[in-house]
């Protein structure tokens, strides 16, 4: 059972452009939602994170926009630069997981391609 | 650099052959995990470990087993290969405190199964 529904798989937006990714969870419980970059034969890093308290998070060029009533989250890059072009993966945590209970569900990831 | 050493970072291998993926950390981090990544289905869990010899199954462990004799060698077993697993295999840690959530990975081992 997928609990974190990312789309689209892939994006293509031209360099200046907004690219938007969106993520559905399932699991109400859930209250940390992170997002990873990964390039190209590296491992995915933490980019952006948000807590559902709040409904928006921007750092820099990177926003999460929260909607708890939808359940749903999204990524915006702003001003997109071919520098961002990388795999997107949005991910959820639920309450209580700093112990060995810890449970990182991940979506399944969107190739973001910018052009020049 | 978040102190994450996979190794090896390629390897072509047989159907049938065991082999073993090995993670070393610097970081002294209590939690260690074992992620593969295959195109359409992102990041799976494997299995993970929460100190030394504490190991417990994530979403798909079937054909592959862990050990963790020391805090900073975490090693994926893979008993006898087969094609299903080849993947890019992902080690993350994480520290035990303060607790931020946030995974810091490898640059992950690419495995070959022919």
């Known amino acids: 059972q997928q609990q974190v529904k990312q789309s689209p798989q892939s994006l293509i937006v031209q360099k200046g452009g907004i690219s938007i990714i969106n993520c559905a969870y399932e699991n109400t419980a859930f209250d940390y939602f992170p997002w990873y970059q990964q390039f190209p034969g590296k491992g995915p890093a933490l980019l952006i994170a948000?807590?559902?308290?709040?409904s928006e998070k921007k750092e820099g060029r990177f926003t999460i926009s929260f909607n708890k009533s939808a359940k749903q989250f999204s990524l915006h890059i702003m001003d997109s630069q071919p520098g961002d072009s990388a795999t997107y993966f949005c991910a959820a945590i639920p309450p209580n997981s700093g112990g060995s209970n810890y449970k990182l569900t991940f979506g399944k990831g969107t190739l973001l391609t910018v052009n020049p | 650099d978040a102190g994450i050493t996979q190794s090896p970072r390629h390897k072509v291998t047989e159907t049938g052959t065991p082999v073993t993926l090995r993670c070393h950390q610097t970081?002294?981090?209590?939690?260690m995990y074992w992620y593969r990544q295959d195109p359409g289905h992102g990041l799976r869990l494997i299995h993970y470990?929460?100190?030394?010899?504490?190991?417990d199954k994530g979403e798909v462990s079937d054909g592959y087993s862990v050990s963790r004799s020391k805090t900073e060698d975490f090693l994926l077993t893979l008993e006898s290969a087969t094609s299903s697993q080849t993947s890019v295999y992902f080690c993350?840690?994480?520290?035990?405190?303060?607790?931020?959530?946030?995974?810091?990975f490898g640059e992950g081992s690419r495995l070959t199964v022919l």
């Open positions: 970081e002294n981090h209590r939690y």
């Open positions: 470990s929460y100190g030394v010899k504490d190991t």
């Open positions: 948000i807590r559902p308290d709040v």
């Open positions: 993350a840690i994480r520290p035990g405190t303060p607790y931020t959530g946030e995974l810091f």
